[in-house]
């Protein structure tokens, strides 16, 4: 199928049904965060996704690939990122199973019908205001700086959207693991199963995966850890299998 390519763009293999994605390494490009998010999430055939925030759609396209979902939708705010990922549905022959919205996380619910989808992930902005260096190129300090949303925002416009017992998937930094629990908990995302990432064994975690359900019962299972390299260079067993290798 012949797509547009636009200057300073690339197409890379997603190693997953031959799918391939349009990237902009001068604007923002996937990184391991949204890959572990999709090995660590799960979704029934007959499921209706909705990824927060979708940057170049990585997130819907392997959710695609791995479960089948009988529909996707990523909803992206900065209109370059959608328009890639809205080309990178096409490139792959999925525009009649995932859509891609422009529009802002905050306004999630005038977009989509409430409780109308069985799945929510989101790979949100990390950082809050006094967290790092913002990124002086504006696509990229949207995407790691809380600069058009909160995580508040994700947890409230996930519980307006999710149908009852619906889950909800993130990736997020361990340092605000606090914070997020709480949040959840807030908003009746009640935290069911948990996984820190290790670069190394012998390292403190940098990323952690959860799952969240609406409306469910307390109770939170903490799964083994998974560790990122097994030496420089040189993947664990577990995510080669993540990124199917």
């Known amino acids: 199928m012949a797509v547009r390519i636009r200057e300073n763009e690339r197409v890379d293999e997603l190693q997953r049904n031959g799918y391939r994605i349009i990237q902009n390494p001068e604007k923002f490009c996937f990184g391991m965060d949204a890959v572990l ?9 007959r499921d209706r996704l909705l990824d927060l925030g979708t940057g170049t759609g ?15 939708t990523g909803l992206e705010i900065q209109a370059d990122s959608a328009d890639m990922a809205s080309r990178s549905v096409e490139l792959n022959g999925l525009s009649d199973k995932i859509d ?11 977009i989509f019908q409430s409780a109308s989808f069985d799945c929510i992930t989101c790979n949100p902005p990390y950082m809050i205001g006094q967290h790092g260096i ?12 809380e600069i058009l949303c909160t995580f508040e925002d994700v947890a409230r416009q996930t519980a307006r959207l999710l ?3 619906g889950r909800f998937f993130l990736v997020h930094r361990p340092f605000r693991l606090a ?9 009746k995302l009640e935290p069911k199963r948990m996984q820190l990432v290790y670069p190394y064994a012998d390292r403190e975690p940098n990323m952690v995966l959860l799952e969240a359900v609406r409306g469910g019962r307390p109770r939170m299972t903490v799964e083994k850890p998974l560790i990122i390299f ?16």
């Not at 998010?37 to 055939?45: I, K």
């Not at 990585?58 to 996707?72: D, G, N, Q, V, W």
């Not at 914070?179 to 908003?187: A, D, H, R, S, W």
């Open 37 to 45: 998010l999709t090995g660590f999430a799960h979704a029934e055939s």
């Open 134 to 145: 913002t990124n002086p190129d504006a696509p990229k300090a949207i995407a790691r700086h």
């Open 58 to 72: 990585i997130i819907p396209i392997l959710m695609e690939a791995k479960y089948r979902c009988s529909h996707l």
């Open 179 to 187: 914070e997020i629990i709480t949040t959840l908990v807030q908003y």
């Open 163 to 165: 149908k009852p017992g």
């Open 100 to 110: 891609i919205v422009t529009g802002d996380i905050r306004e999630a619910d005038h």
């Open 230 to 245: 097994r030496e420089p260079g040189v993947y664990t067993p577990e995510i080669r299998d993540v990124y199917g290798y």
